[in-house]
């Protein structure tokens, strides 16, 4: 399969799966329950992984930190965002929201989640959740994570939002006392196109 063809079927995949998210969404709203349906769905297009080289979507230079976050889809009001993310291991996060729902899943490589809950004057790790091929994480738009890449190659990750990153103005980021910090979308770099 040449370039154009792999081009082509990424799209058709991505413009199918995101259709049936919205299709969840409309119908079941925003649970815990509706956003399992959506990380099958997302789980079902990372694993063709073919659509998604390396080459098409690198992670930046070697010992780099930060992300190359690849703009796959999104409506034309910023709802139903759906992104690659390519990262280098050795990259983390502060505890942060979305104010909007998400789930990741993995193409390649790791991502350690940890998910948060807020106890009076701290911030307490809840659980840890691995993202890799074949298991994802899926958070309402209150729920608190960090990001920690591990391993020793760089990871591919979908992030699908119901509000396209660079609308989230009021996201906040969590001290280890449990206090909010602006956490804005100044923090987030430019969408990238797919370089195939």
């Known amino acids: 399969m040449n370039a154009t063809d792999i081009r082509a079927a990424r799209a058709a995949a991505v413009q199918a799966t995101m259709g049936r998210i919205r299709a969840i969404e409309a119908s079941d709203g925003v649970t815990r329950a509706s956003l399992a349906k959506i990380e099958a769905l997302l789980q079902a297009l990372a694993r063709q992984e073919h659509l998604f080289p390396t080459a098409a ?8 930190k930060g992300a190359n976050r690849y ?23 502060r505890p942060h929201d979305h104010t909007t ?8 490589g790791q991502e350690l989640n940890k998910v948060y809950r807020r106890e009076p004057g701290r911030l307490v790790v809840d659980h840890e959740i691995m993202v890799e091929p074949g298991r994802g994480i899926a958070m309402m738009p209150d729920d608190i994570h960090s ?50």
């Open 57 to 64: 979507f690198p992670p930046p230079p070697q010992g780099q």
């Open 71 to 93: 703009l796959l889809e999104t409506q034309p009001d910023g709802r139903f965002a759906l992104y690659l993310n390519a990262l280098n291991p050795g990259n983390e996060t």
């Open 101 to 108: 729902w998400a789930v990741v899943v993995a193409v390649e």
């Open 147 to 196: 990001i920690h890449t591990t391993g020793a190659v760089p990871t591919r990750h979908l992030h699908c939002y119901g509000l396209a990153l660079e609308q989230l103005e009021r996201r906040m980021a969590y001290d280890e006392n449990g206090e909010a910090l602006p956490y804005n979308r100044n923090f987030m770099q430019p969408s990238l196109a797919p370089r195939d």
